[in-house]
């Protein structure tokens, strides 16, 4: 009589081979459904990235004001000194923004807030921290005016337009009518370039569209708990937030080293009590390439930036294993950075405006 055991010993190794791969596939097929679980309910909340963005508010996105967008974002004759260009605080070379505190502009005048990625901005409900601008062309009509920005005014900047032929004819060619060269026709063009300036095929938008290899284990909690706890309920949508306004500090407000008492976000737009210290939830597309974090940036470490969320805007402290794969999920969130040609800028003319230096209160009021 043979016993159990020694029954086993008989096995074939063909038979073991196969019983072997018989439960590694049982293992395989039920990771498989948890995947195709956490994909769906993902869906349900999150979209990829599309490939292009062929329209902005409704109107087609005309090919020549991209190509002239391109040339005004890299020109750093928009602003008054003749050195900042819109790249100098969101260099698409580091993804999208400065990578400092708070942006540096003209005469080294300190802004109050930290720069945005400008890369899917075109994606997120209206612009800015406190979503002041409706869009991207609104948006664009700021920096180049804002004294600690780029310190030009309109007039300024279509005189210096106006004053290189190359320019002239591109803006004539871009807007098909005579008198094309405008500020706000400048506006338009930039936007017309930020449409261009979107991050397709991170591995988080492959595992939307059915890769289940795209996301590590790790990638893969991060996401479940990024759902369960509630981040998700903010950060939503296919930037994962810039869609919605919330207090930062919705639970316990964040000390005056994070939250600066001085800020009080959307309140100065709507002037509405309950809007105070309300921001934009921020778009978390790439940003694992645009620290330091918060509008404040005050905080360098992604980790970090994870833990004061679960904390001010859940009430809940994550443990370091959460706060690790939360975060290992937020990296899966860097796409295809586009490959940008540097422009070859038409040259100044004897009549350009020159390049003006000065801190504003020293300036001359000659315009
Ligand atoms: C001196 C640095 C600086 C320069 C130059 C600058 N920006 Fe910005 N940009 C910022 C800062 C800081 C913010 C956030 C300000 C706020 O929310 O109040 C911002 C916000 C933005 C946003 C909003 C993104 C979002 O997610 O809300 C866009 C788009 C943008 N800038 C485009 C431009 C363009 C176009 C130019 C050139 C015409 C430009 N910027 C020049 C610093 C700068
Ligand atoms: C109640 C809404 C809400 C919830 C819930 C929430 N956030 Fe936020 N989040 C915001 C707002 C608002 C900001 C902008 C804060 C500021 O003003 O700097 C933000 C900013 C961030 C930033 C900084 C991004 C940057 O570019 O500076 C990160 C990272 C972030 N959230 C991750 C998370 C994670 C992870 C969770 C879950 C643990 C979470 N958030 C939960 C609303 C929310």
């Not at 300190?110 to 409900?125: E, Q």
């Not at 979107?198 to 991060?222: S, V």
């Not at 790439?286 to 969320?309: C, K, R």
């Amino acid at each position: 009589m043979h016993d159990q055991a020694s029954r086993e010993n008989e096995m074939t190794p063909n038979a073991v081979l196969s019983s072997i791969v018989a439960s590694s596939l049982l293992v395989a097929a039920s990771f498989a459904h948890a995947d195709a679980a956490l994909r769906e309910r993902a869906n349900a909340l999150f979209k990829p990235i599309p490939e292009r963005v062929t329209e902005m508010n409704g109107e087609k996105i005309v090919e020549a004001q991209v190509q002239l967008g391109r040339k005004l974002w890299f020109d750093p004759r928009l602003s008054r000194s003749h050195l900042i260009s819109c790249n100098n605080c969101h260099n698409l070379s580091i993804g999208g923004s400065d990578n400092v505190k708070v942006s540096v502009g003209h005469g080294w005048q300190r802004g109050p807030r930290n720069s945005p990625t400008v890369f899917n901005a075109v994606f997120n409900v209206a612009q800015f921290w406190d979503g002041r601008a409706a869009d991207l062309k609104e948006q664009a009509t700021g920096p180049l005016q804002a004294p600690v920005e780029m310190n030009n005014t309109p007039a300024r900047i279509e005189a210096t337009l106006r004053s290189i032929p190359e320019y002239v004819e591109e803006f004539t060619k871009a807007f098909g009518s005579a008198n094309a060269v405008t500020f706000d026709n400048a506006a338009r063009a930039l936007a017309a370039f930020e449409t261009t300036l979107i991050t397709p095929n991170a591995p988080f938008d492959r595992f939307l569209k059915g890769d289940d290899n795209a996301l590590t284990a790790e990638q893969k909690e991060g996401l479940r708990l990024f759902m369960d706890t509630g981040c998700a309920s903010c950060h939503n949508g296919v930037n994962l937030g810039g869609q919605a306004y919330f207090p930062f500090g919705v639970v316990k407000r964040p000390g005056a080293d994070i939250l600066p008492e001085n800020d009080k976000g959307r309140f100065a737009v709507t002037n509405t009590a309950s809007d105070e210290y309300v921001f934009r939830a921020s778009p978390l597309r790439n940003v694992a390439l645009t620290p330091p974090y918060f509008h404040s940036g005050e905080v360098w470490d992604l980790e970090q930036a994870v833990a004061i969320m679960g904390d001010s805007q859940l009430g809940r402290e994550l443990n370091d294993s959460e706060v690790r794969a939360i975060t290992a999920f937020l990296h899966s969130l860097t796409g295809e950075l586009p490959q940008i040609d540097l422009p070859i800028l038409p040259p100044s003319s004897p009549s350009t405006p020159k390049p003006e230096l000065d801190l504003p209160g020293q300036l001359e009021s000659s315009d």
